[in-house]
């Protein structure tokens, strides 16, 4: 039963993050919003949360980004369900994404132990 649940979880995300992505690219007009990338949807087991992780090129731009996503929160949950076929709509919850930061961090850290490994002693 709980693999069932969590395929369920796991295709309403990818339905969110794909009809999300288009929302924010050409329904939402608040200036703020810059060129961001929906990087992951997760759902919780009951449908009623959705954590959207966002990430731009513009890291300075990002928080004033968030924020406009915050507030355009219900207009898009609004619209994903016309467009998605779900009895609830989860509520966005929009945070920055922060796997690509630690995916450098660790490269980096491996560069360095390789660095250290090499050295004559």
Known sequence: MKSK???????????IKRELADLI????KD?????????????????????????????DQLKESLEALKAAAPFLRHELGKRLKLRLIPE????KDTAIESGLR???LLDQIAA?????K
Not at 5 to 15: L, P, T, W
Not at 38 to 53: M, N, Q, T
Request: with cysteine; aromatic share 8%.
């Open 25 to 28: 690219r050409l329904e939402v």
């Open 92 to 95: 966005l919850r929009f945070y």
């Open 106 to 108: 660790i490269t980096k």
């Open 31 to 59: 200036p703020r919003v810059g060129w961001v990338t929906v990087d992951d949807v997760e759902v919780s087991r009951d449908l009623s949360v959705a954590k959207v992780y966002i990430s731009s090129l513009e890291e």
């Open 5 to 15: 649940e969590y395929e369920r979880c796991q295709r309403v995300a990818s339905q």
């Open 116 to 120: 250290q490994a090499q050295k004559p």
